[in-house]
């Protein structure tokens, strides 16, 4: 009897030390990053390495700031992704709306067809989408990838809400339809406040994917100037990786801490706003 | 009488109007302009001089087999097998381990594990291009140079570039899964393991005729959205082997950075065109193979 305690407890060890080693390794990238950016000395390579900076120095940081247009990438960052999430909700919500609450003519082919366009990666039309609007003068401009990054988001916001609009009970319109609401009104003070998850999620979405997308930004943007955040820490990377590794490190924790933040704080509405949702493939 | 009854037949396609626009703009026009492109000779000399070629850029990507299509939807078949098994077989060990009843810290290591999804994707990869597996000053070298091994390259021949991108992966796709495994392995009603200990079932008996048929409808869905983005997974071996102007000498390519090379690397729209269309049929086929149901729990 005893004897099977202590084999319980020992296994109860392994598998915490187990734990701890896993996650350890799975932090190892970010540590090491973490480390190497407020590290003061160069001595980066050499074997005397640890995770634990000798000196600590904020330099590195400094350097993003003053060597970088951090400031603007950001604040380009976030006009574009402001902009793409205002667009895709105000688009979205009435036709997801509609999708879920009306019947209408090719309501279910236009439902099937986006489902298949869902599985499309943009990535493969961007040349297409490059040649289309260049005569527009949409090349190199904000309006531009704005469009792009609401086009791409569209699909999954029509049906990640559209799926939640489908789990609200019709019977609370009804009886507002009966007390004389209009379908603005309702929409308004009924399906928005209750389908406020999903709202969230598919906004934070859209924000994260915004955030996070290099490939249309460095295809797209010609200038270092309209660069967002990822476009500018890609050409940081691509061009003077070697000699400024640790601005690099620096760079990339801050550009991550805003998104980190986000998902933890999201992260409790997932499951309801997004599961929900149905959307599939 | 008849104005209101107008209105509600229209409203629908005006309020739909805006996305649809959107869609049709960003996502169905593009993939028409994109078959239109395949059917022609356009690359950077012919800009606006291109002719018809009719289905020649598609019999080269299907038939010429030095064209790299094959090798590469090959290489592609190869890297979804892969990261599938590995992450199927190392999400279910974790959960199970994450769902032993005595383990104290459990929401510590979940939270934990769940931070590689958290990170930007892209900055993660970058992060272990540099930190990691780069020649001079990344942790793996720095580690090897104890042991008198200098400069290994790990990005630059085929083998150890897919297994680095598949160690990757696995890395940005694993809390996904385990989140995915734990919840399935949680749902399971423990009184059928107890029962089944009672009838004298050892442990492979218990897995293969309880854990494994209840899990199975769970996790479904979340493995075929992984199989769907493994198989298109661009970032990883874009970002670690083939950035413009810094190709690490690893030539392994999927379909999608084929695709991507050939439209802005050598600028053969004809055939990239091609590939983009192959590629979509491709995925058409697959989602509707897989059976993919459209869940539509419309009220009306």
């Given at each position: 009897m005893k004897n099977r305690r202590l084999k319980k407890k020992i296994g109860l060890l392994a598998l915490n030390l187990f734990f701890v080693v896993v996650c350890f390794v799975t932090l190892i990238p970010v540590l090491y990053a973490f480390s190497v950016s407020l590290?003061?000395?160069?001595?980066?390579?050499?074997?005397?390495?640890?995770?634990?900076?000798k000196t600590l120095t904020l330099e590195h940081y400094k350097r993003v700031f003053t060597d970088e247009p951090i400031v603007l990438w950001f604040t380009n960052s976030v006009i574009l992704a402001v902009a793409s999430v205002t667009v895709s909700l105000s688009v979205a919500v009435p036709s997801a709306y509609v999708f879920s609450r009306k019947e209408f003519a090719g309501r279910k082919t236009i439902l099937k067809i986006l489902m298949l366009l869902?599985?499309?990666?943009s990535i493969l039309s961007m040349f297409a989408i490059y040649k289309l609007m260049s005569p527009f003068g949409l090349v190199d401009s904000r309006i531009g990838l704005v469009i792009i990054y609401s086009g791409t988001m569209a699909v999954f916001g029509l049906w990640n809400l559209k799926g939640y609009f489908d789990t609200i009970p019709y019977d609370i319109e009804e009886a507002a339809m009966i007390d004389g609401a209009n379908g603005f009104q309702i929409v308004k003070l009924i399906v928005l406040p209750l389908a406020k998850p999903s709202v969230i999620v598919t906004a934070m979405m859209v924000l994260i994917y915004v955030w996070n997308e290099y490939i249309f930004a460095i295809t797209f943007l010609?200038?270092?100037?309209?660069?967002?955040l990822a476009a500018g820490l890609y050409g940081l990377q691509a061009t003077e990786m070697s000699g400024s590794w640790p601005v690099f490190a620096a760079a990339s924790l801050m550009i991550s801490l805003p998104v980190l933040i986000i998902f933890f704080l999201v992260q409790k509405h997932m499951q309801s706003g997004l599961s929900a949702g149905g959307v599939k493939g | 009488m008849s104005k209101p009854r107008i209105n509600q037949k229209i409203m629908p396609y005006i309020l739909s109007a805006p996305s649809l626009l959107l869609i049709s703009l960003i996502i169905v026009f593009p993939i028409l302009y994109t078959f239109y492109i395949s059917l022609t000779n356009m690359n950077v000399y012919n800009w606006f001089t291109f002719t018809f070629v009719g289905l020649r850029n598609y019999s080269r990507a299907l038939?010429?087999?030095?064209?790299g299509f094959i090798t590469a939807m090959g290489t592609t078949v190869v890297w979804t097998v892969v990261n599938m098994v590995l992450q199927l077989s190392i999400a279910f060990i974790m959960a199970s381990f994450l769902g032993?009843?005595?383990?104290?810290?459990r929401k510590v290591y979940k939270t934990i594990l769940m931070f590689p999804w958290a990170m930007p994707g892209y900055v993660s990869i970058l992060l272990w291009k540099t930190?990691?597996?780069?020649?001079?000053?990344g942790l793996l070298n720095q580690w090897l140079s104890r042991f008198g091994?200098?400069?290994?390259?790990?990005?630059?021949n085929n083998v150890s570039a897919f297994v680095s991108s598949v160690i990757v992966n696995l890395w940005l796709a694993l809390p996904f899964m385990i989140m995915i495994m734990d919840g399935a392995l949680q749902s399971i009603d423990k009184s059928y393991y107890e029962s089944a200990q009672l009838d004298g079932a050892n442990w492979l008996d218990q897995m293969w005729h309880i854990t494994m048929p209840s899990i199975k409808s769970i996790i479904g869905p979340a493995v075929i959205i992984t199989v769907f983005t493994t198989f298109k997974q661009f970032d990883v071996i874009y970002l670690l082997t083939q950035q413009a102007g810094g190709k690490t000498g690893a030539n392994i390519h999927t379909i999608l950075t084929y695709a991507y090379e050939n439209a802005?690397?050598?600028?053969?729209y004809g055939y990239s065109s091609a590939i983009s269309i192959l590629i979509f049929l491709f995925l058409i086929a697959f989602s509707l193979l897989t059976r993919v149901k459209l869940r539509d729990n419309s009220k009306i």
């Amino acid at each position: 009897m005893k004897n099977r305690r202590l084999k319980k407890k020992i296994g109860l060890l392994a598998l915490n030390l187990f734990f701890v080693v896993v996650c350890f390794v799975t932090l190892i990238p970010v540590l090491y990053a973490f480390s190497v950016s407020l590290n003061e000395q160069n001595s980066l390579v050499g074997s005397t390495f640890s995770f634990i900076p000798k000196t600590l120095t904020l330099e590195h940081y400094k350097r993003v700031f003053t060597d970088e247009p951090i400031v603007l990438w950001f604040t380009n960052s976030v006009i574009l992704a402001v902009a793409s999430v205002t667009v895709s909700l105000s688009v979205a919500v009435p036709s997801a709306y509609v999708f879920s609450r009306k019947e209408f003519a090719g309501r279910k082919t236009i439902l099937k067809i986006l489902m298949l366009l869902y599985s499309f990666p943009s990535i493969l039309s961007m040349f297409a989408i490059y040649k289309l609007m260049s005569p527009f003068g949409l090349v190199d401009s904000r309006i531009g990838l704005v469009i792009i990054y609401s086009g791409t988001m569209a699909v999954f916001g029509l049906w990640n809400l559209k799926g939640y609009f489908d789990t609200i009970p019709y019977d609370i319109e009804e009886a507002a339809m009966i007390d004389g609401a209009n379908g603005f009104q309702i929409v308004k003070l009924i399906v928005l406040p209750l389908a406020k998850p999903s709202v969230i999620v598919t906004a934070m979405m859209v924000l994260i994917y915004v955030w996070n997308e290099y490939i249309f930004a460095i295809t797209f943007l010609t200038g270092a100037k309209k660069y967002t955040l990822a476009a500018g820490l890609y050409g940081l990377q691509a061009t003077e990786m070697s000699g400024s590794w640790p601005v690099f490190a620096a760079a990339s924790l801050m550009i991550s801490l805003p998104v980190l933040i986000i998902f933890f704080l999201v992260q409790k509405h997932m499951q309801s706003g997004l599961s929900a949702g149905g959307v599939k493939g | 009488m008849s104005k209101p009854r107008i209105n509600q037949k229209i409203m629908p396609y005006i309020l739909s109007a805006p996305s649809l626009l959107l869609i049709s703009l960003i996502i169905v026009f593009p993939i028409l302009y994109t078959f239109y492109i395949s059917l022609t000779n356009m690359n950077v000399y012919n800009w606006f001089t291109f002719t018809f070629v009719g289905l020649r850029n598609y019999s080269r990507a299907l038939f010429v087999f030095d064209a790299g299509f094959i090798t590469a939807m090959g290489t592609t078949v190869v890297w979804t097998v892969v990261n599938m098994v590995l992450q199927l077989s190392i999400a279910f060990i974790m959960a199970s381990f994450l769902g032993v009843k005595q383990l104290r810290f459990r929401k510590v290591y979940k939270t934990i594990l769940m931070f590689p999804w958290a990170m930007p994707g892209y900055v993660s990869i970058l992060l272990w291009k540099t930190g990691i597996f780069n020649v001079q000053f990344g942790l793996l070298n720095q580690w090897l140079s104890r042991f008198g091994i200098e400069g290994f390259m790990w990005l630059s021949n085929n083998v150890s570039a897919f297994v680095s991108s598949v160690i990757v992966n696995l890395w940005l796709a694993l809390p996904f899964m385990i989140m995915i495994m734990d919840g399935a392995l949680q749902s399971i009603d423990k009184s059928y393991y107890e029962s089944a200990q009672l009838d004298g079932a050892n442990w492979l008996d218990q897995m293969w005729h309880i854990t494994m048929p209840s899990i199975k409808s769970i996790i479904g869905p979340a493995v075929i959205i992984t199989v769907f983005t493994t198989f298109k997974q661009f970032d990883v071996i874009y970002l670690l082997t083939q950035q413009a102007g810094g190709k690490t000498g690893a030539n392994i390519h999927t379909i999608l950075t084929y695709a991507y090379e050939n439209a802005f690397i050598t600028n053969n729209y004809g055939y990239s065109s091609a590939i983009s269309i192959l590629i979509f049929l491709f995925l058409i086929a697959f989602s509707l193979l897989t059976r993919v149901k459209l869940r539509d729990n419309s009220k009306i």
